[in-house]
């Protein structure tokens, strides 16, 4: 009768260094962890200029990729892995250094497919040692 009865309790677990902790955790793989540093397209920007410049439209090549990747040179299909041997062929033609290729890409195409035309139009200027004149025009709406 005069027995205490016990007192059931659940038992408390410590937090009073969980934030100390949590914090030098934060801190440790912040400092271990590294970061991928990609670099992007390497393209040389012109300069500002207030002047503008007219183009006649027989010099603009229009290069069109819809969202499969498929790849149109003024309306003809082309296979992007033969593009630059097209653009090639564009250039060496007579008044070929004045084209500009355009580059119009749907809003559905992958930015995969654009980088891919545009390697392969840098390659193109390459072999024939001109000034590069590519233009990345608005994306279109899908068709």
Same mark, same amino acid.
């Given at each position: ?32 962890? !590294?970061? !991928? ?12 200029? #207030?002047?503008?410049? =007219? ?11 819809? #969202? ?15 593009? !630059? ?20 890409? =749907? ?18 200027? &390459?072999?024939?040692?001109?000034? &590069? ?11």
């Amino acid at each position: 009768m005069f027995k205490r009865k016990k007192q059931t309790g659940s038992p408390d677990i410590p937090t009073a260094s969980l934030g100390d902790i949590t914090f030098l955790m934060l801190i440790f793989f912040l400092v271990t962890s !590294s970061f !991928s540093t990609e670099m992007g397209l390497q393209i040389v920007l012109p300069e500002e200029s #207030k002047e503008t410049i =007219t183009m006649l439209s027989k010099n603009i090549v229009h290069v069109r990729i819809n #969202k499969f990747g498929d790849v149109r040179v003024e309306d003809e299909p082309v296979d992007w892995m033969k593009l !630059s041997d097209k653009a090639v062929e564009m250039l060496e033609k007579p008044n070929g250094d004045s084209l500009v290729f355009s580059i119009i890409p =749907t809003r559905m195409a992958k930015y995969d497919y654009m980088i891919r035309v545009f390697d392969q139009l840098k390659i193109a200027y &390459e072999k024939t040692q001109m000034k &590069e004149k590519i233009s990345l025009s608005p994306a279109e709406d899908d068709e």
